[in-house]
């Protein structure tokens, strides 16, 4: 793209935010999904950064730049534990904006669970969402009946040969055409360089025992879905699959024309649903 045309662009996405700046600003926390860290938010955090906001990109353990290493991790509540770290140290009277994306929802939320006084409302982009009537493993096992290609995923095995493996690197192959299909080629570039192995926890009731929620609790905060029409790696089905057995939502969004990177191929119309939500909520 011409540096004119980029200007073109950045122009018209700020006179399409224009009546959407705030008056009273908001605080984003935003969590990424699996092998991402918290780089793959630069667009939006700008864009909600420049409508006046104030934006958290959250770390999870051994994403990013992180320190821990994936084979440090044997449950997930040390992956999700920089997120419920960050959550604790807000003072009692602010309120935030969470928005997970993808693998994102599970910390999401396991944060609504444990701090929902301190959540105005919980936004899930193409993300795995729990509730009362819907665990973690129950998703797994739905996604997996839909039999993806795994295709050059790379696998680890930190307990020695014979042993399962224990954490997992999405290959280039695997990227470009199951996650990044729409998005523009710059970003699958850079995600190529910055992507992490994600831990695969073994102890599936330790799993579920560590990513419980409730009505009581979780259920207290309004939540909303982000639904991604072309996203090959949560499918359409899949995110309706999750609405109907995790509602109610207060609301629920469609984008055409995303992949499974919407902070990548639909930056824009993301940003813009979550500043509608900040002035709504």
């Known amino acids: 793209m011409m540096k004119t045309e980029m200007h073109f662009v950045h122009i018209l996405f700020l ?40 934006v958290t990109t959250v770390e999870l353990s051994a994403s990013g730049i992180n320190p821990i290493q994936v084979q440090d991790i044997h449950s997930i509540s040390t992956y999700y534990e920089p997120l419920m770290t ?10 935030v904006i969470l928005v997970g ?36 493993p129950a998703i797994l096992q739905e996604q997996a009946k839909r039999n993806i290609s795994l295709m050059d995923t790379q696998f680890f095995f930190f307990d020695g040969p014979n042993k399962p493996a224990t954490a997992r690197m999405v290959g280039p192959k695997f990227m470009a055409s199951r996650m990044y299909q729409l998005s523009p080629p710059e970003d699958l570039t850079l995600a190529l360089s910055l992507v992490r192995p994600v831990p695969i ?7 579920k025992t560590e990513t419980a929620v409730t009505n009581d609790r979780n259920g207290r905060v309004p939540k909303i879905f982000i639904i991604s029409k072309s996203d090959n790696l949560v499918t359409e089905d899949l995110q309706k699959w999750m609405i109907e057995r995790s509602g109610p939502f207060a609301e629920v969004k469609v984008i055409k024309d995303s992949d499974h990177m919407v902070v990548f191929s639909k930056p824009n119309k993301l ?9 709504k909520f």
């Open 15 to 54: 006179l399409i935010i224009s009546p959407l700046v705030c008056v009273n600003s908001e605080h984003f926390v935003l969590i990424h999904g699996g092998s991402h860290g918290a780089w793959c938010w630069y667009k939006v955090a700008t864009m909600l950064k420049s409508a006046g906001h104030n």
């Open 86 to 95: 960050f959550m604790e140290s807000l003072p009692s009277n602010e309120k």
């Open 101 to 136: 994306h993808s693998l994102g929802g599970v910390s999401t939320s396991v944060a609504m669970e444990k701090f929902p006084h301190k959540i105005s409302v919980a936004v899930f982009v193409t993300a795995y969402v729990l509730s009362q009537n819907l665990t973690y």
């Open 201 to 207: 926890y073994k102890d599936v009731e330790l799993l």
């Open 271 to 279: 940003t813009s649903i979550l500043l509608k939500i900040a002035q």
